[in-house]
Every structure is written in C-alpha cells, then in structure tokens.
C-alpha cells in the first residue's frame, strides 16, 4: 500500500467515525418528535425484522408528536407492540388512522442521563479516531521495514496523521457540545 493511499484511507475512517456518532446522535431523543428516534424499533414483518420506518409513513404533526401510519393497517397491533417493547419509554396511542407517540417534557435528570449518552458517544468515536491513527502509523512503520520508507519520511507522514487526528477528534468534540447544548435547552 502505498503513501497516499494509507492516507486517504485514513482519512476517510475518520470521517466514517464522525458520520456514525453523528448518525447515533440522531436517535437520541431531546423532548423533540423526530422520526430518527424510532431508526432501532424493528417489526416482525412477514417473518422478518424490519425497521418501522420501512413498514409506516412516520411524520411529525406537531413538534412534540409522531403519527405513524401503517402501509398496511394488519401491522398497526405489531407496530404498537414494537414500540412498546423498545427502550423508548413511549406509549403508543392508536387512533384508529395510526399510531401517535407523544412525546413529554423531558426531566432535568432524564436530559443528564443523554448529556452522559452523548459524552460517552463522543469518547467512543475519540477511541475510534485513534486506532485508525495507530492503524497509520503502523502502516508506515511496516513500510520502513520494507525499506521503502526513510526513518524522517515516516516521521514526517506520522505528523500528517496527527494533525488529522488532532482534527478530527475537535470535529468530535464539537459535534458533541453542539448535541449536549440540544439535549439540555429546554
């Protein structure tokens, strides 16, 4: 492998590490309705699990409300029964026409439970970044070995990686407060 490509696959892990936390941030839930919370509620359909949003039309009618409305009204009970069986804390309402969740208020204490969520997220996607960059870095070390590297060459790409490292931790760390600051307005 060579030089360029040790790099830009590097650089394309980190990203990859960010778009994940970003993507979890998604389903955690902040006294807003938003159709991501319900990404892991999964449904028996016809024998397999699918996710709810591939089953339902999932929208928001008012900020602190879903509707759910089944493609086909037989899976409204399964739907229902997922929901409730899901660590949501929601209790579905069905309407006749659909499932409606309504989301409460959240507590001061529920809000520093997902602000300790989110932080551990964020550590998770830091730990992430970092073996990527040991991944780097024992890539050139291997091509030193090789003789295909000088000592200062791999010395000079290890610094490149560090600054993307350094980068791409920030990027997380910035995501983070930006998700925590979410989490806690009320």
């Given at each position: 492998m060579s030089v360029e490509q040790i790099l830009k696959d590097t650089e394309q892990k980190m990203n990859g590490a960010i778009d994940a936390m970003v993507h979890d941030f998604n389903s955690y839930r902040t006294g807003r309705a938003t159709p991501a919370v319900l990404e892991r509620v999964t449904v028996d359909y016809y024998g397999t699990e699918t996710p709810v949003n591939q089953v339902a039309n999932v929208s928001t009618p008012e900020p602190r409300q879903l509707l759910i409305q089944p493609y086909e009204k037989s899976m409204t009970p399964a739907i229902e029964?997922?929901?409730?069986?899901?660590?949501?804390?929601?209790?579905?309402?069905?309407?006749?026409?659909?499932?409606?969740?309504?989301?409460?208020?959240?507590?001061?204490?529920?809000?520093?439970?997902?602000?300790?969520?989110?932080?551990?997220?964020?550590?998770?996607?830091?730990?992430?970044?970092?073996?990527?960059?040991?991944?780097?870095?024992?890539?050139?070390?291997?091509?030193?070995?090789?003789?295909?590297?000088?000592?200062?060459?791999?010395?000079?790409?290890?610094?490149?990686?560090?600054?993307?490292?350094?980068?791409?931790?920030?990027?997380?760390?910035?995501?983070?407060?930006?998700?925590?600051?979410?989490?806690?307005?009320?």
């Open positions: 029964r997922a929901i409730l069986k899901s660590d949501l804390g929601i209790s579905p309402v069905n309407d006749g026409t659909g499932i409606r969740l309504n989301f409460p208020q959240m507590t001061e204490e529920r809000r520093k439970d997902m602000v300790k969520q989110c932080s551990a997220r964020v550590e998770q996607a830091r730990i992430a970044i970092r073996n990527v960059r040991r991944e780097a870095m024992d890539g050139f070390k291997a091509m030193e070995k090789k003789k295909e590297l000088t000592e200062d060459d791999v010395k000079g790409h290890e610094t490149k990686v560090q600054k993307l490292t350094d980068t791409f931790v920030a990027k997380a760390e910035d995501q983070g407060k930006k998700k925590e600051a979410e989490l806690m307005q009320v």
